[in-house]
């Protein structure tokens, strides 16, 4: 529906008719994607899904709304600097679903989760926001912000400056772009709106090709997917094949395929300063107690947790009845 305003922070819903639906005010700029919408793989399908949505929504919510959110949100968190500590920084992924897997994790309580993965241990979240393939939404990458202080990463399909005002309006703190279905020209002009408004996006690329045009775009937070998203194989190596070529002033980021705290190391001792997991958290019972055991440390249930909290502020003198 052209009004439908579901979903959107409340500051948004709350604002003027001409701010929030007006189907005839002027279309914003688009770009050429680089990639063809007509091979029929899963990328090319999502794509061209995500397109018709985003010039829907783009009717129901101009970008002169998106900006005013933009003001209106929560300061943004640090998302290259929570990548650069020394050690093993991860990025929890929360992910309901996938295309490749289909439902990964049902029921899917976005705070909690966030919350558990933050008390684990995690550098930084990335939230799913795409709905028709991945199940993901806007509201659980703010209700995961809300839960806990870690910056959050938007993880979407992003191609329209208007995703990435609409990404800060929603309180993001960083936003994915991937080169593959970027034009070069594009790409470094979002990658230059992120920061105009604070936020540093993760480029992500999967073969030399693609990390050469995302560091010709001035990428400082490069990541290697080592899922091939046309085919949705995945192989850790082409993590090692392509880190001797990331300059040392980038933060490094290795993506997909990591299973144990030995894959870890192995990355780490490669280069890598940073890891986005989710297929393997999401699917755990205890995803805060899955990534205690990738960091290499004892096994924590959620329960043991909170028992040794509250006995720590017991002695402190801080438990309350």
């Known amino acids: 529906m052209p009004g439908d305003l579901t979903g959107l922070p409340a500051y948004l819903t709350g604002l003027p008719v001409h701010l929030t639906g007006s189907p005839q005010l002027p279309s914003i700029q688009t770009y050429p994607l680089s990639a063809q919408t007509n091979s029929g793989t899963v990328l090319d399908r999502i794509l061209e899904a995500r397109r018709a949505e985003v010039e829907h ?12 959110g933009a003001k209106a949100a929560s300061p943004v968190r640090d998302f290259y600097s929570a990548l650069s500590r020394d050690g093993l920084n991860i990025i929890a992924e929360l992910k309901p679903a996938s295309p490749s897997r289909g439902i990964i994790r049902e029921p899917f309580d976005a705070p909690e ?46 191609f329209d400056p208007w995703q990435v005002w609409e990404a800060r309006a929603n309180d993001a703190d960083s936003f994915l772009l991937i080169v593959a279905v970027l034009s070069d020209s594009l790409l470094r002009d979002l990658i230059a709106l992120g920061r105009e408004i604070g936020m540093e996006p993760l480029i992500e690329v999967h073969t030399a090709a693609e990390l050469e045009r995302a560091l010709a775009g001035t990428a400082k937070i490069i990541g290697v997917n080592n899922r091939d998203l046309k085919t949705m194989a995945v192989r850790i190596e082409t993590s090692l094949e392509l880190i001797e070529q990331i300059p040392e002033n980038c933060v490094a980021v290795s993506e997909s395929g990591i299973r144990n705290h030995e894959d870890l190391v192995k990355m780490r001792a490669a280069g890598f300063d940073a890891f986005l997991i989710g297929e393997h958290l999401m699917r755990a019972a205890d995803p805060g107690a899955a990534l205690f055991e990738l960091l290499g440390q004892p096994r924590v249930t959620r329960e043991q947790f909170d028992a040794a909290s509250a006995a720590t502020d017991a002695k402190n003198g801080t438990w309350q009845n």
């Open 57 to 68: 929504r783009k009717c129901v919510l101009p970008e002169t709304a998106l900006k005013y």
């Open 113 to 158: 989760l966030a919350k558990g993965l933050s008390e684990a241990g995690a550098a930084a979240l990335s939230v799913l926001t795409e709905g028709e393939y991945f199940h993901g939404s806007l509201k659980n990458l703010r209700d995961a912000r809300k839960a806990m202080g870690l910056p959050v990463l938007r993880k979407d399909f992003i």
